[in-house]
């Protein structure tokens, strides 16, 4: 196995929409392998190929129930809602606060190319939503309504940099200096709070 490089927002390459797998062939299989190990290596919950620069509908999923493999993944029930923060192994130092179906219901193949169903709610609903998502070019700060910074130190006037987001979503999460910080989800996080103020922001140069 081999750990491969996690692709970075705002690389073209995790906008694109990825192409169904047609055949189950070794490369899928040491994909597969590459991805899980990527995936715990980084602490991650999920990983899907787009974000490891592979065009393919492959993700892998770990909510710590043991690894989860589906390829041509596709959501056929969802249900409930759940709102809850939500990061990114291509976004580092953004957190976002994301409503998400409570329960999804997913139906793709395993790595023998047989069809399987995997259901779950919670983390386990929310990952596979944001790793299918990835496989559509949508990432977790097109759908936050609140966005975080976690690697600004507290305290910090540094300003935030757009680089992280898209620049629209900045710009509605952007409020002037000093009304920024309303509160904090993580120790030492500086909150992006989507407000009303944003048309004040507009005319506010982003770096
Ligand atoms: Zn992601």
């Keep these: 196995m081999t750990l ?15 192409k169904p797998v047609t055949r189950i062939t070794p490369h899928i299989h040491k994909l ?4 899980a190990e990527t995936m715990a290596a980084a602490n991650g919950v999920g990983l ?33 809602e759940q709102d809850g923060p939500e990061g990114c ?27 399987i169903e995997v259901a779950g709610e919670g983390l386990l609903s929310r990952a596979l939503q944001h790793e299918i998502d990835h496989l559509n070019g949508v990432l977790f700060i097109d759908r936050a309504h609140t ?15 757009a680089r992280a987001v898209r620049a629209d979503v900045v710009q509605q999460a ?10 904090s989800v993580n120790q030492g996080s500086l909150p ?14 982003l770096p």
């Design 4 to 18: 491969r490089y996690i692709v970075k927002h705002p690389d073209p390459v995790l906008r694109k929409v990825a």
């Design 32 to 35: 597969l392998d590459d991805m």
């Design 48 to 80: 899907a190929a787009p974000q490891v620069g592979i065009l393919k509908r492959v993700i892998v999923v770990d909510d710590g129930e043991g690894i989860i493999e589906l390829i041509n993944p596709e959501i056929v029930e969802m249900s409930g």
């Design 89 to 115: 192994l291509s976004i580092p130092g953004v957190t976002g606060d994301v409503k998400r179906a409570q329960y999804v219901r997913v139906k793709g193949l395993n790595r023998d190319g047989e069809p």
């Design 147 to 161: 966005l975080y910074r976690t690697d600004a130190p507290q305290g910090s006037e540094k300003p935030v940099k």
């Design 174 to 183: 952007f409020t002037k200096q000093g009304s920024v910080i309303q509160g």
């Design 192 to 205: 992006l709070e989507s407000t009303e103020k944003a048309s004040q922001v507009k005319s506010h140069d």
